[in-house]
């Protein structure tokens, strides 16, 4: 572990520790828990992102024009 130190606004540590007591765990373990939600968060693509991704995605691929009709053959069930 390496140690940081940040500076809290007087509201957001008695929220923290709240928690902290709340949940019988450290007020460290709440903000690295809180810093892990943050960056899984930020590191989604943003949904503008993701929708222009698949549109591009539509059409790309080419098969059969029966498909959705006949899947049933094609998957051999």
């Given at each position: ?5 940040v ?10 520790e709240r ?14 828990e ?7 968060s ?17 059409g790309?691929f ?9 899947h ?6």
């Amino acid at each position: 572990m390496v140690k940081a130190q940040v500076e809290l606004t007087d509201q957001q540590i008695h929220s923290v520790e709240r928690m902290a007591a709340e949940r019988c765990v450290s007020v460290a373990d709440i903000i690295r828990e809180s810093v892990d939600a943050y960056v899984r968060s930020a590191s989604r693509l943003p949904k503008v992102e993701v929708r222009r991704r698949a549109l591009v995605a539509i059409g790309a691929f080419s098969g059969p024009t029966d498909l959705p009709r006949r899947h049933d053959e094609y998957l051999g069930t």
